[in-house]
């Protein structure tokens, strides 16, 4: 198929218009199409995945954008991008679904009413979004992979301050300067590397030179995406921002926030491993704080959407600790880990979104015994924490498993004594996760129901439905994890890592 790449990322951008002129008549319903399109792009991206899973080859585009210039932009699907691109795809695909039934609610406690052309604002935004998360995930351009950077910046910005909650327009405002900071840094990074290679390929990473030029190209690049995945230090935007957003807008944020994941193993684990050699251990140390801190803060939340966007802090830095192992399970894992975690946050923050919905609040201290009333809801949220939680069968089990299996061979078989150490520091959030994914299970869906809440109903279908398609999806990659692992463990065993 001619273009199949082009398409994953024009599709969503066509669209956009599209959905902006047809949802001041369609409504709601508009999110029909643009989940109609989603599937089609997963589609595609589902067919290069079984491909690859098949032996198959990596697909490459490449496109004219400055010729005069000797710029040219492309995509590539190979056993890093596909498996990320999908799953991304995946939970957008299924959000639409959810955002129809949840923006109803929204727009009606903000305006009295359903204003039809909110849902056209709203969607084209959401299929920018799209664009930009594959984009950034099949770029091969260092500048292009900005560009995609930006596109999922702007729109995201835009649905904090038009949908938010709690002083919607400042929590925008927060959110891109310190997103804006990291993409600054970032692009600082690739400058850098410029001046080294002379092009902004990303192939071209790997012929800078060891030396100062590669070491602040890499410094700078990483420290870049340690300020957009909210790392211990420069965390303080996202509790804020991902608690305030609307609920249905909550998926994109893990997305954003998780893709550093992919970019850094893209750039730096791939492009520039020896440059970025002397940077893994501090990684895991950061990692590591990142983990039991922003555990530690989840566990004092009764805001049920500031608790899991404290989790998310926490929960991301999980793969920043597979990452820093370098080592073929820790990095493979470490991704799998990202996709999983994606899964089950998206389920969880819906959830939350569920109880703002039928409940009428976020505080879990008003909740409970809501099982009886929300039994699917209580069903998914399960789920959910089980994901988040490493229970098998679901995905989070394997992906946990095998990215620790990675960072305590490294320590071991390794001789590096210290990643040992740090493993087992990350073994103390694992303990912190299980308590903060549960509880609040216990506290919304268990024990006496509050008289207030005895006509509670549960939610509709389009609500809970993708949920349930995303938690099966998670029992089926905890049983056979290969469906998205091969892929990832191929391509770290084609880059030279470590350890097994």
Request: proline share 4%.
């Amino acid at each position: 198929m001619e273009y199949i790449l082009l398409q994953t990322v024009a599709v969503p951008l066509i669209m956009a218009p599209v959905v902006l002129a047809l949802g001041r008549k369609l409504g709601r319903h508009v999110g029909w199409i643009a989940f109609a399109s989603l599937v089609y792009t997963t589609s595609l991206l589902a067919y290069l995945s079984a491909s690859l899973f098949n032996g198959g080859q990596a697909v490459q585009e490449a496109y004219a954008w400055a010729p005069l210039s000797g710029l040219t932009f492309g995509f590539l699907g190979d056993n890093l991008s596909i498996p990320v691109a999908l799953m991304m795809n995946i939970v957008v695909a299924a959000t639409a679904v959810y955002s129809m039934g949840y923006m109803k609610h929204r727009l009606e406690v903000m305006y009295g009413e359903e204003r039809k052309g909110q849902y056209a604002i709203y969607f084209l935004n959401f299929m920018l979004l799209d664009a930009g998360l594959i984009g950034v995930s099949l770029s091969t351009n260092l500048l292009e992979l900005y560009m995609f950077v930006e596109l999922m910046l702007i729109p995201s910005t835009f649905m904090v301050a038009l949908f938010g909650y709690t002083n919607r327009e400042r929590t925008a405002m927060m959110y891109f300067i310190w997103n804006h900071l990291g993409a600054f840094i970032f692009l600082a990074g690739v400058v850098v590397a410029y001046t080294a290679t002379g092009s902004f390929q990303i192939s071209s990473l790997s012929s800078i030179p060891i030396g100062s030029i590669a070491y602040w190209a890499a410094g700078l690049i990483l420290v870049g995406w340690l300020v957009k995945m909210a790392v211990f230090g420069v965390h303080l935007w996202l509790p804020t921002a991902h608690a305030e957003h609307p609920t249905s807008f909550a998926p994109f944020i893990v997305t954003i926030v998780g893709v550093g994941n992919y970019v850094v193993v893209r750039l730096l684990v791939q492009g520039m491993q020896a440059a970025f050699l002397p940077f893994a251990f501090p990684l895991m140390i950061v990692a590591v704080i990142t983990m039991v801190y922003g555990g530690a803060m989840t566990m004092v939340q009764n805001d049920v959407k500031y608790l899991y966007a404290w989790s998310t802090i926490s929960q991301n830095a999980y793969t920043l600790l597979g990452i820093g192992s370098l080592s073929i399970l820790g990095v493979s894992g470490g991704l799998l880990y990202f996709l999983s975690h994606i899964i089950g946050k998206t389920i969880l923050f819906c959830v939350a979104g569920i109880m703002i919905t039928q409940v009428g609040t976020r505080d879990m201290r008003k909740m409970g015994g809501l099982a009886g009333k929300m039994p699917l809801t209580a069903a998914v949220a399960l789920i959910g924490s089980m994901i988040l939680s490493a229970v098998p069968p679901t995905s989070g089990f394997q992906a946990e498993w095998l990215l620790f299996e990675g960072v305590f061979t490294r320590g071991i078989s390794g001789g590096l004594e210290w990643n040992f150490v740090v493993a087992m520091g990350g073994l103390i959030a694992t303990i912190i996760t299980v308590a903060y994914t549960f509880w609040p299970i216990r506290k919304m869906f268990f024990g006496p129901l509050p008289a207030e809440l005895k006509d509670v109903k549960e939610a509709p279908l389009i609500m809970t439905l993708p949920l349930l398609f995303l938690a099966i999806l998670s029992i089926v990659i905890g049983i056979y994890p290969d469906l998205f692992f091969r892929s990832l463990y191929h391509f770290a065993t084609s880059v030279g890592l470590g350890g097994h």
